[in-house]
């Protein structure tokens, strides 16, 4: 009788177990610092998860970057809950991100933010004048006489800007690359559809180069010093265009400009 009591007592128990509460669907909500960015200013985003958020992750084209909480299943840090920008580009911003709850559940989000250039100073066009070594042979597999053997030119705009939302640094880096132009054929260039607007105490930097098929190629500037503009000192005269000038390499470029009262 002990031992029929003590196993009717035991079903008793388990059918009366309370089970585990379902958890709540995990989703997460932006709020941005303004309704929409200015090019080269800050801009944030506040993100609130309906559950305790481990890590945040934006997926770029070929690329991403990720934060997380310590450990396995820990809380991300409050901090990086503050999405930090510094948008080089004016036009929509689109943002994906994966997030993924302290439950190992993940979410995908998406932002769209609009950038307005603001105050900021547009580059229409741009010039070579001169260059090191111009008119002269870059691929000397060519003859003399075989325009083939001319520069194959490509440029690039650096600026400091920051799509690393996990900092509020900024970095100079890489903001336009133009296509090639073969031969020396073209030297002047409209840059307007290009939408390159920089804020008007913003420096930029130019690179110039001979293009080669294996990726390689020759600083057409011998090397990068001195090839910027500070706009911060040209915004009392603002002139609507600008010389690089680097005379130990034969260097002239013209830079082309439109500042914000024009626009």
């Not at 950038?115 to 547009?122: C, E, F, I, K, T």
Request: hydrophobic share 35%; with cysteine; aromatic share 14%.
């Amino acid at each position: 009788m002990l031992w029929g009591f003590i196993g009717l007592f035991s079903c008793s128990s388990d059918s009366n177990e309370i089970p585990e509460p379902e958890l709540e669907a995990f989703d997460v909500s932006f709020t941005p610092s303004a309704d929409f960015a200015y090019v080269d200013k800050a801009f944030s985003i506040q993100v609130t998860g309906t559950a305790k958020i481990h890590e945040i992750k934006q997926v770029f084209t070929h690329s991403s970057l990720s934060v997380g909480g310590d450990g396995m299943y820990g809380e991300i840090d409050p901090g990086f809950r503050s999405l930090h920008y510094q948008l080089p580009d004016v036009g929509v911003e689109k943002m994906d991100f994966i997030f993924t709850d302290v439950n190992g559940r993940e979410i995908e989000k998406s932002f769209e933010v609009n950038v307005l250039p603001g105050d900021a100073v547009q580059i229409t066009g741009m010039k070579i004048n001169s260059f090191y070594n111009i008119h002269e042979t870059y691929d000397p597999e060519f003859p003399e006489d075989d325009p083939n053997r001319l520069a194959d030119i490509i440029f690039a705009f650096h600026k400091v800007y920051s799509r690393n939302f996990s900092t509020e640094e900024n970095y100079n880096s890489m903001w336009f690359l133009s296509e090639v132009y073969p031969n020396e054929q073209q030297l002047e260039f409209d840059l307007t559809d290009e939408n390159l607007y920089i804020a008007p105490y913003a420096r930029f930097d130019l690179g110039i180069g001979d293009h080669d098929e294996d990726g390689l190629g020759e600083d057409l500037a011998r090397d990068p010093s001195q090839m910027n503009v500070n706009l911060y000192f040209l915004q009392q005269e603002k002139p609507s265009q600008v010389h690089i000038i680097k005379e130990d390499a034969n260097v002239d470029i013209t830079i082309f400009l439109k500042w914000p009262e024009e626009q």
